[in-house]
């Protein structure tokens, strides 16, 4: 299982960038998928999650500027940040819980990270 996540990049305090992941391999199911972010010096932490049902839970940093959503047949997750600002600068990992088996518990994925830098 991969998880291949892709968006980051550089933009101005005000500026929106959109992540996307991708989940590939042998998946049975996903139980969810969201978004953790990590900056310098700090610990990861939980910016968004989507469970399948569509239920989602953001950070109270986020609420409002930020909008986690995904694509159940496809995997996929997004996050669609607006209204950035310099702490929103960090490393931004995907991650998805997912079952390998129809009656195999769900374990916990990592992507490789993407840089989100919001500076002017």
């Known amino acids: 299982v991969q998880l291949q996540a892709s968006g980051g990049g550089l933009v101005q305090p005000g500026g929106s960038l959109k992540l996307s992941c991708v989940a590939s391999?042998?998946?049975?199911?996903?139980?969810?998928m969201g978004w953790y972010r990590q900056a310098p010096g700090k610990q990861r932490e939980l910016v968004a999650a989507?469970?399948?049902?569509?239920?989602?839970n953001y950070a109270d940093t986020v609420k409002g500027r930020f909008t986690i959503s995904g694509d159940n047949a496809k995997n996929t997750v997004y996050l669609q940040m607006n209204s950035l600002k310099p702490v929103d600068t960090a490393v931004y990992y995907c991650?998805?819980?997912?079952?390998?088996?129809?009656?195999?518990?769900?374990?916990?994925?990592w992507g490789q990270g993407t840089l989100v830098t919001v500076s002017s």
């Open positions: 391999g042998s998946i049975s199911s996903i139980a969810g």
């Open positions: 991650n998805a819980q997912i079952r390998l088996g129809a009656f195999t518990p769900a374990y916990n994925y």
């Open positions: 989507r469970v399948s049902g569509g239920a989602t």
